[in-house]
């Protein structure tokens, strides 16, 4: 959901770029960088997590950017 959501959203956005993470592959990597949670968006020390990230939580993070 969290996908789709931030799909729809980054039209609004075009000076966010995303890179997408495989987690369970890059477990090491997601930790050292404080990513402990599935689905969490990330930037810099600011972080998005939580199961159930709604359209309105994700574009309030993506508009304090």
């Known amino acids: 959901?969290?996908?789709l959501?931030?799909?729809?959203?980054?039209?609004?956005?075009?000076?966010?770029?995303?890179?997408?993470?495989e987690y369970l592959a890059n477990l090491g990597h997601s930790h050292k960088e404080g990513i402990h949670q599935i689905p969490t968006l990330a930037f810099e020390d600011k972080k998005l997590s939580g199961m159930f990230l709604t359209k309105k939580k994700i574009r309030r993070f993506l508009?304090?950017?």
């Open 5 to 21: 959501s931030l799909k729809q959203l980054l039209p609004d956005f075009p000076e966010v770029e995303i890179n997408k993470v």
């Open 63 to 65: 508009e304090a950017l």
């Open 1 to 3: 959901m969290a996908g």
